[in-house]
Every structure is written in structure tokens, then in C-alpha cells.
């Protein structure tokens, strides 16, 4: 099976930076995956990983070690609209389906 | 809009009773997903259609079936309803099965009520 694990809150003030921190064991990793989700609405892609290595997108960057199975989200200069739930997804095997985590609610404080 | 059609956005049922959840994917996507999200938890994957072939299965319970018919839209079928099946139900599609790069698109759900 597969496990993915993300802390379940953070809080952090506008302007800041944030790492939200995932760790997983799998088998057959194709790739890393983050979303953010606002609450009662669906979840709209942010970023993917497949190689080691940081990737940087605007505001927003992540990071992957599949040796360590752990990756992370960056987010810079918060803004109150970064307020959401960020989720932590695992595609492996040759279905590629996603596998995701219970999400990191992230509380951007003025 | 995503470009991934879910309907009905809302449904309020009986126990007991048989449901049928609509999902249309994006224009050009193969690939539909179907997950269900109870309240505070997270994505529970249940089933993965690839060009109306069934590809993968997670925890989706007997009582649920789906299928992806030859227009590519899919349907979520949930059957003798319990008041724990309360959920947002999302269909999400992606290009191909990997959904590298881009990712899934995800519609906006249907929040089902069972009462």
C-alpha cells in the first residue's frame, strides 16, 4: 500500500515564506504532485515532480528526493488568498493513478 | 470552468436509495478519475477509467460501480445508500494515465446528502 503523510495545519503571516513538508513509501513511483484546495471547492493542480530537484513556479516551488521519498511546497510573499488546503498526491504503478494525502490546511495571518 | 462537467452539484436522498453521479471530462482527456472527500478528510480514490476500460481500483465499496462509456463521459453509480456515503464526490480527468505535467483536472464535484 502507500502512505503519505503532511502535517495537518500550519499558520503563517502574509509576506512570509512556508514549507509544507510531505514524506511517502511507495512502490512504482512515477511522481509528485501538489494541489491546493479551497474549502468546498475542487482541487486545482500547483506543481509536479518526477526527477530530484527543485522546481520553481512564480510564488510557488517544490522539491523531491525519491530516496528519501519526501518532497516539499514552497510558498513565497503569502498572500491572504494562499489561505487554502494543500494536498500532497503519489502517482505509481502503470494505472499512474494518484494516491493523495490528507492535505496541510495552511492559515495566512495578516 | 474546468472544462470537467459534473452533475448534478447537489443530491439529497433516502437511505436506501440508488444514485447516479454524470462526469464529462475535459475536451481531449482519456483518463477520468473518480474520488470521494467525506468531510475533513482527504481524497479517497476510488476507481480509474482509461478510454472506457477500467485501469484501476481503490477501497470503492460493492455497492458502487462505475463505467466510462464510447464518449468518454463516466458514471458513478452508488446503490442501497447509507448515511455514511455523505460525501463530495469528484471526477477528475487527465490526457493519459501518468497525468504528468499537467496533472488531474478536477471538476467540481457533487456534494451528496443522504438523509
Known amino acids: 500500500g502507500q502512505n503519505i503523510d503532511q502535517p495537518t495545519e500550519m499558520t503563517a503571516t502574509e509576506g512570509a515564506i512556508v514549507q509544507i513538508n510531505c514524506t511517502y513509501q511507495?512502490?512504482?513511483?512515477?511522481?509528485l504532485f501538489w494541489y491546493q484546495q479551497h474549502a468546498g471547492e475542487a482541487p486545482t493542480f500547483l506543481s509536479y515532480?518526477?526527477?530530484?530537484g527543485l522546481e520553481e513556479k512564480g510564488r510557488f516551488s517544490s522539491f523531491l528526493s525519491r530516496s528519501k521519498g519526501y518532497s516539499y511546497l514552497l510558498l513565497k510573499e503569502l498572500q491572504m488568498k494562499d489561505s487554502a488546503s494543500y494536498l500532497c498526491a503519489v502517482s505509481s504503478g502503470l494505472a499512474g493513478k494518484s494516491t493523495f494525502g490528507d492535505g496541510t490546511t495552511l492559515t495566512v495571518k495578516p | 470552468d474546468s472544462g470537467v462537467t459534473q452533475t448534478p452539484k447537489h443530491l439529497i436522498t433516502a437511505t436506501g436509495q440508488r444514485v447516479t453521479l454524470r462526469c464529462s471530462p475535459r475536451s481531449g482527456d482519456l483518463s477520468v478519475y473518480w474520488y470521494q472527500q467525506s468531510l475533513d478528510q482527504g481524497l479517497q480514490f476510488l476507481i480509474q477509467?482509461?478510454?472506457?476500460?477500467?485501469?484501476a481500483k481503490g477501497n470503492i465499496l460493492e455497492r458502487f460501480s462505475a463505467q466510462q462509456f464510447p464518449d468518454l463521459h463516466s458514471e458513478l453509480n452508488l446503490s442501497s445508500l447509507e448515511l455514511g456515503d455523505s460525501a463530495l464526490y469528484f471526477c477528475?480527468?487527465?490526457?493519459?494515465?501518468?497525468?504528468?505535467?499537467?496533472?488531474?483536472?478536477f471538476g467540481s464535484g457533487t456534494r451528496l446528502t443522504v438523509v
Open positions: 477509467y482509461y478510454n472506457g476500460e477500467e485501469r
Open positions: 511507495t512502490s512504482g513511483f512515477n511522481g
Open positions: 477528475a480527468s487527465s490526457v493519459d494515465q501518468q497525468a504528468s505535467n499537467y496533472g488531474y483536472t
Open positions: 515532480n518526477v526527477l530530484d
